[in-house]
């Protein structure tokens, strides 16, 4: 059973616009959220973090949407660069709090166009 | 650079052999997690040390063992291997201090490839 679920393995956009990508979760014990970036033959880089008392947070271009009640998260990148082009990945910690071994989706690959 | 160093950065072996992979953690950090990417899934968790002893256990098969020595390197063994332990290990550090949020960085990955 795929707690974390990242629906669109693929997305394609333009250098300048809005890339948005998608994170569903089942697991109603979840409340710490992260996004990873990461690169051909690197290691996943750690992005941004939401915990559920907020249902937003930003980080210069990088902002992070949670909704509770859907158990939806989306991350928003304002405006898209080409470095941007990279896969990303959805993860909780798999026994709620915000420590501990990570759930992760299995990644949405984003290319920006320029 | 995370500052999480794992070796060999590649590795092929054939059926049935035993290796050993490498991971030395961000210095001061006293958690130490392995993951492993296989092709058709996304990153599974294996293992977790902290300060040398285990605290969590994943999906990790019995012929998968790790450990976590006094200067906190780890070093995960995966023996009688078989064609479908093919994969990419990535182990990952973190301090893991109070009950704060815990940022795990990740290690740029050994990839395995049993022929």
């Known amino acids: 059973d795929q707690q974390v679920k990242q629906n669109s393995p693929s997305l394609s956009v333009q250098e300048g616009r809005i890339s948005i990508l998608n994170c569903d979760y089942t697991?109603?014990?979840?409340?710490?959220f992260l996004w990873y970036k990461k690169y051909p033959a690197e290691g996943p880089t750690f992005l941004i973090s939401i915990s559920s008392i907020k249902d937003k947070n930003e980080d210069g271009r990088f902002t992070v949407f949670l909704n509770k009640s859907a158990k939806h998260l989306s991350l928003h990148i304002v405006p898209s660069q080409p470095g941007d082009s990279a896969v990303y990945f959805c993860?909780?910690?798999?026994?709620?709090?915000?420590?501990?071994?990570?759930?992760f989706g299995k990644g949405t690959k984003l290319s920006v166009k320029p | 650079d995370s500052g999480v160093t794992q070796t060999p950065k590649h590795l092929i072996t054939a059926t049935g052999q035993r290796v050993t992979l490498r991971c030395s953690p961000r210095s001061g950090d006293l958690s130490v997690y392995w993951y492993q990417q296989s092709l058709d899934q996304g990153l599974q968790f294996l293992i977790q040390y902290y300060n040398g002893e285990e605290r969590a256990k994943g999906n990790i098969l019995e012929r998968f063992s790790a450990q976590q020595f006094p200067d906190l390197h780890s070093e995960l063994n995966l023996s009688s291997l078989e064609l479908g332990d093919s994969a990419l290990y990535f182990c990952a550090s973190s301090s893991l201090i109070g009950r704060g949020p815990d940022t795990q960085y990740f290690g740029p990955g050994t990839r395995l490839t049993v022929l």
């Open positions: 697991n109603s014990m979840f409340d710490y």
């Open positions: 993860a909780a910690p798999q026994y709620g709090g915000s420590q501990g071994n990570l759930i």
